[in-house]
């Protein structure tokens, strides 16, 4: 078993639309997440980070954690085609600087 | 600041041959990463660097790469004896230290395609 998991999608929507991504993981450790979104032949780029559980609001995006089944999740509002891109969870230990991906989730906004 | 800068974008090599990347990180980051992220799956890590010293290696990190930073300014990531296997996006991130240490800045990546 991977130690996060993610679903590779793609994942299609029309223009205006919730999204939710999502991401498990096995290691009861990891206390920070971290979201990053991945243009086509780009570097990742962060767009939001948790620490423990609970939610955080950044605009359109809420980053949601469940510690208890140990269960990560991306809600994205008013879906853009410039939302379009992988979505790359990253939890981590509190004292770690080794991120661990999961393998992205493609999303497609159709306009 | 421009953020974290990687030269080349591209590279094509044949098996066998040498190459060389690399990294600037932002400036006053002293942490730099090294990872790897092949077709449709998520970033690996390599290696890492506080400042000088590099303090962690991969087991993904075979005898045939090596990375420097001798400075603890800019970085170079290099594939000795290049295989087939080796063709990936090579990524540098940077970060601070204390609670920012987490929050990595990557840059857009060196792709390596070994013919």
């Known amino acids: 078993q991977k130690e996060v998991e993610q679903d590779p999608g793609p994942l299609s929507v029309p223009e205006g639309a919730i999204v939710s991504l999502n991401c498990t993981y096995s290691?009861?450790?990891?206390?920070?997440f971290m979201w990053y979104r991945q243009y086509s032949r780009k570097g990742p780029e962060l767009l939001m980070y948790t620490y423990s559980s609970g939610n955080k609001e950044d605009g359109r995006f809420t980053a949601q954690v469940d510690k208890s089944s140990k269960y990560i999740s991306l809600f994205i509002r008013d879906s853009q085609p410039s939302d379009s891109a992988t979505y790359l969870c990253a939890p981590s230990p509190t004292s770690s600087y080794k991120l661990i991906f999961g393998s992205g989730t493609r999303l497609l906004v159709r306009p | 600041d421009t953020g974290v800068s990687q030269d080349p974008r591209h590279k094509i090599t044949k098996r066998g041959q040498n190459v060389t990347f690399r990294c600037d990180p932002i400036s006053e980051h002293n942490r730099l990463y090294w990872y790897r992220q092949t077709l449709g799956q998520g970033p690996e890590f390599l290696t890492y660097f506080q400042n000088e010293a590099q303090l962690e290696k991969s087991r993904l990190l075979s005898d045939r790469f090596s990375a420097e930073r001798p400075k603890g300014s800019f970085s170079t990531l290099e594939i000795q004896r290049t295989e087939q296997g080796d063709s990936a996006m090579y990524l540098c991130?940077?970060?601070?230290?204390?609670?920012?240490?987490?929050?990595?800045?990557f840059g857009a990546g060196s792709r390596l395609t070994v013919l």
């Open positions: 991130a940077s970060s601070g230290d204390g609670t920012g240490a987490n929050v990595l800045t």
């Open positions: 290691n009861s450790a990891f206390q920070y």
